[in-house]
């Protein structure tokens, strides 16, 4: 049997069928996961979860201890605030029993308020004051206690204590906001003693006249039911109250620095580490001309560096078989060539001998084969070289199969000599148009080499018969011929390169053996399938037959 090869037109001396060594192992490709949205990303994107997570729980932590350190210090000032509204009610009703005199017109009497307050018990770092109703200060306890705040000198430094008020108070310069900051806190005291005045009951934390925030309760003086004064009871432990919510997030503060260097340690380890490694090992492959990749062991990983190490692997893995095929295919073309080359040789050096003009004849015409056989090869080793660029170059389109293979059939028919099998399509029923995806030309190829093969083995004036048929998913196309069949053990010979059985009468080095190898790689690269079988009619073999089917387009 022959094998034929598609040139630019249809030849009937392109005879033959061959098979690409290496093709008979099919792989099924891999498919690759679709891209999504950005939210399905985040849930079957494995390593962008764990960043999200470390990067976020840092933060959490942070956020957690910043809203409990609140929590506290909002339970200690309301704490502190119920601890000196009982006090100032306390001293309040004291004060209105003992303090106020006066019938039917009560009032305040400042001397006894003042006693009042000499003889309660007030924490040194608390102030009870009491205002008239006009504002008017009638007892301070600190003045009533007579005390006088003692504390340690700090060591002399020069330009004061560090802060604006130390450098001014160290150089003896007034201090510029004292006097913005005594006119605010009057203004807060003195909002505060108008609510009170109104009857209300006032907490609140507000500055007082040194910048310093104060925990302060107004109370009203009522006798019966005239207010007669306000008692502001200050506690100024609120900074202290600071400095402990403060050191409440030092744990959390230094537990998110630890979570930030862990997840850093763990993203060093699980993706920096293992993409340095890779591009290691792809760099061995580049520096010293490996074939295969000493891939790091992260098969066994469930996310993208898995993916990336598997992808690796099959690469370099399709790489290597690639350059196998690439050795294979060159030393089959040295074979090849080597044949007509040898005859060539032989051919010219009878010729300087040869005695007769027949004889000179005869060789001249084993020349003349031998040379066109060389150009034969030569064309079909060049398609052949081309293809995968051909198939690569050329996106994918909607290919109309009846309108192509109706062309092609149409085509073989006009140019139809004397004494060569004619080419028939069986097109559907209906009219129909059934179409595939793909690369037109290369399917036309495709077709033009299986009608070329099935010319050659027909008898003269004989028949090939090219028919479509349809599934629900697959498309089939069959090219049937008259000949002699295929040998069962050549079923998937024939699709090996450079595979030739003539016929009885075919003219010697016609044929390549690369027409079917060169039909199975174009198939195989769209993703369908082809094979020979024998048409058998009565038990005996009455043709060959070559079935290519592919997915059909929706």
């Known amino acids: 049997m022959a094998s034929a090869t598609a040139t630019g037109s249809p030849d009937p001396g392109d005879l033959g069928r061959g098979e690409q060594a290496g093709q008979s192992a099919r792989r099924r490709p891999r498919r690759d996961r679709p891209p999504g949205a950005l939210s399905g990303w985040l849930f079957s994107s494995r390593l962008g979860g764990l960043i999200i997570l470390l990067n976020l729980l840092g933060l959490f932590i942070i956020i957690g201890g910043s809203l409990i350190a609140d929590e506290i210090r909002q339970g200690l000032v309301h704490a502190r605030l119920e601890s000196l509204r009982t006090q100032g009610e306390l001293i309040a009703n004291v004060i209105d029993q003992v303090a106020t005199a006066g019938d039917p017109a009560p009032a ?7 006693g009042v307050l000499g003889a309660l018990f007030i924490p040194r770092d608390q102030r009870a004051r009491l205002f008239a109703a006009d504002h008017r200060l009638l007892a301070d306890s ?6 006088v705040d003692v504390a340690p000198l700090p060591p002399v430094r020069r330009g004061g204590d560090g802060s604006p ?3 001014l108070a160290a150089h003896g310069l007034p201090d510029p906001f004292g006097a913005r900051r005594e006119q605010t806190a ?3 005291l003195d909002h505060e003693l108008d609510l009170a005045l109104a009857g209300a009951t006032v907490s609140d934390v507000r500055m007082d006249q040194d910048g310093h925030r104060v925990v302060s309760v107004s109370i009203p003086i009522r006798h019966v039911r005239q207010v007669l004064g306000v008692l502001t009871l200050e506690a100024s432990d609120v900074d202290q109250v600071v400095a402990a919510q403060r050191r409440a997030l030092i744990p959390f503060i230094l537990l998110a620095v630890g979570v930030a260097l862990g997840s850093s340690v763990l993203l060093t380890r699980f993706i920096a580490l293992p993409v340095m490694r890779l591009a290691r090992a792809a760099d061995q492959v580049r520096l010293f001309r490996a074939r295969a990749i000493a891939l790091p062991d992260l098969d066994r990983r469930r996310d993208e560096l898995g993916d990336l190490a598997r992808s690796l692997a099959g690469m370099t893995a399709a790489l290597s078989q690639r350059m196998t095929a690439i050795e294979r295919f060159a030393a089959d073309v040295a074979h090849e060539l080597r044949n007509p080359m040898t005859s060539i040789r032989s051919a010219v050096e009878t010729l300087e001998i040869a005695r007769t003009e027949a004889a000179r004849q005869k060789l001249m015409a084993i020349l003349q084969q031998d040379i066109n056989r060389m150009d034969r090869l030569i ?3 060049s398609n052949a ?6 198939l690569a170059r050329d996106a994918p389109q909607r290919v109309d199969l009846v309108r192509m293979i109706g062309d092609i059939c149409g085509y ?6 004397p004494g060569v099998a004619h080419v028939r399509f069986i097109a559907p029923p209906g009219g129909e148009a059934i179409a595939v995806f793909g690369r037109e030309g290369p399917l036309s190829q495709v077709l033009r080499n299986l009608i070329d093969n099935a010319r050659s083995f027909s008898p003269a004036e004989g028949e090939v018969r090219v028919s479509l048929q349809t599934s629900r998913d697959e498309v089939t196309v069959r090219v049937d011929d008259d000949g002699p069949g295929v040998p069962p053990e050549n079923m998937e010979t024939v699709f090996e390169r450079f595979y030739t059985s003539r016929p009885k009468g075919a003219a010697f080095g016609g044929n390549s053996g690369l027409g079917l190898a060169i039909a199975r790689q174009i198939v195989e690269t769209h993703g369908g399938r082809i094979w020979a079988e024998n048409r058998i009619e009565d038990g005996e ?10 997915p059909r387009a929706r």
């Open 108 to 114: 305040l009497q400042p001397d006894a308020a003042e």
């Open 142 to 147: 600190d003045v009533v206690a007579d005390r």
């Open 165 to 167: 008020r130390g450098w």
């Open 186 to 188: 009057r203004v807060q």
């Open 379 to 381: 064309t079909d080793i």
């Open 385 to 390: 070289s081309r293809l995968d660029a051909e």
């Open 412 to 417: 073989y028919e006009a140019l139809a000599k």
């Open 541 to 550: 073999v009455r043709g060959a037959r070559f079935v290519v089917a592919m």
